[in-house]
T-cell receptor, first 113, second 114 residues
């Protein structure tokens, strides 16, 4: 069975600081990878996705993620965060021929002005 | 274009009561899903419907039933609510056959069982 592990439960940082959220997965086959963001009181929205090709993926709002196949990782990064990036971030993985998207437990990011 | 619409937004039930959560999507997606979100546990799949006329269990199906009424609608029923079912429920949909088809989520239903 596939599983997703997010390293940090809660991250607190100041505006303009750099952000990196860790994500590791386990799955015995080819996967598609996603990062979703949930702003306070809202539903989940897609931040970025990886299916194939360039392992460095750029998403919305200045976020990017790097797929390292050998490490089964898909870490999310942003060079300079803003207060509006305060949200919960979820890593998710699905097998190429599967229907079941598995989510990590989520990382709450609090950005202080 | 409303996307994925869930009703109700909030609900309080007493233990043993039943209720149905409604979900509809207007994106002509083939597949629909019900997740529950609990603190520190991320989202867990309850049931999904790969296509109209089919439903399958996810990670945590016990205590729930689903109905794929048509291509647009996918409902989740709690026959006898328990406090452990207090959670936020999200419906989602997508085209799983397309490689770049992420899930589109509804706004969620916050359910409290007392």
């Amino acid at each position: 069975a596939q599983s997703v592990s997010q390293h940090n439960h809660h991250v607190i940082l100041s505006e303009a600081a750099s952000l990196e959220l860790g994500c590791n997965y386990s799955y015995g086959g080819t996967v598609n990878l996603f990062w979703y963001v949930q702003y306070p009181g809202q539903h989940l929205q897609l931040l970025l996705k990886y299916f194939s090709g360039d392992p460095l993926v750029k998403g919305i709002k200045g976020f990017e993620a790097e797929f390292i196949k050998s490490k089964f990782s898909f870490n999310l990064r942003k060079p300079s965060v803003q207060w509006s990036d305060t949200a919960e971030y979820f890593c998710a993985v699905i097998g190429r021929n599967d229907y079941k998207l598995s989510f990590g437990a989520g990382t709450t990011v609090t950005v202080r002005a | 274009n409303a996307g994925v619409t869930q009703t109700p937004k909030f609900q309080v039930l007493k233990t043993g009561q039943s209720m149905t959560l409604q979900c509809a999507q207007d994106m002509n997606h083939n597949s629909m899903y019900w997740y529950r979100q609990d603190p520190g546990m991320g989202l867990r799949l309850i049931y999904y419907s790969a296509s109209e006329g089919t439903t399958d269990k996810g990670e945590v199906p016990n205590g729930y039933n689903v109905s794929r009424l048509n291509k647009r609608e996918f409902s989740l029923r709690l026959e006898s609510a328990a406090p452990s079912q207090t959670s936020v429920y999200f419906c989602a949909s997508n085209y799983p056959g397309q490689r770049d088809s992420p899930l589109h989520f509804g706004n969620g239903t916050r359910l409290t069982v007392t």
